[in-house]
């Protein structure tokens, strides 16, 4: 948690909640949020909950997670509980609760993992099959501190080094969602071109929750060779939407010329949730493309 005043955190809550600031300002501001800790930028981020917009409130309850704070349990509990929310938001909410990693939630998350909505029941059963993990006594942290992402997954990297035997495993509609998962996130810490391709086929392959995951680590990897198969999903207007918008944010995180013209077409789209992900997308190239982020790519790689 970082030290700052409560009066500046509510000052930067006051962006976060204002629904006439631009989107890129009030997810900086959540971001910022995220980054600061606390029970008061928890609370800050959960009063943007009644916000129209789900592609904000998803990653408010996305925030949360990442953040590990028990104190924000109440929050999600209700967010996931409420049925006038989209399901994006519930399911996000779903994951957060297992990413904190507190073993309270379980007879929640149980109660939810039979929800009408695929979505969340899948989210809800992979959170509890992450806190039997955990709780195991033969799992470490070790594990899960592999991560060369430092996110907070869904679930552990498999044990698994074998690209081709992964790949099979994740492309198996018939095996448990948990280890398909596993297998993912394998595969995106090998970070190899044939263990990024492999991802990218699984674009085509399983439910909705599963691709939506599937682009979020493509985005994560920040490989160019996954470009045309992200552009693919978000160009399919027959795909949920859940998934489109994953893809959305991936090109914004990748930021090639491709990228850019891919967003840009999809900017006026429908779906207000692949809209303003465009949005976000394209703010984000900008930012990858600017010459203070690469002035602050080269800090990085000196200290590495």
Known sequence: MVNIEEDKIISIGNVLNDETRPLKERFRALFTLKSIGGYTSISQINDCFKDPSALLKHELAYCLGQMQDVR????????????????????????????????????????????????????????????????NSKNTSQNLSANPFASVDPAPPAAIKDVAELKHILLDEKASLFDRYRAMFSLRNLRTDESVLALAEALKYGSALFKHEIAFVLGQLQEEISVPHLCAALEDCEENEMVRHECAEALGSIATPECFKALNKYLGDTKRVVHESCIIALDMCEYQNSPEFQYADTLTKISS
């Open 72 to 135: 924000a349990l109440p929050f999600l509990i209700n967010v996931l509980r409420d049925m006038s929310q989209e399901p994006m938001v519930r399911h996000e909410a779903g994951e957060a609760l297992g990413a904190i990693g507190d073993i309270s939630v379980i007879p929640i998350l149980e109660e939810y993992s039979k929800d009408p909505v695929v979505e969340v029941a899948e989210t809800c059963q992979l959170a509890l099959d992450r806190l039997k993990w955990i709780s």
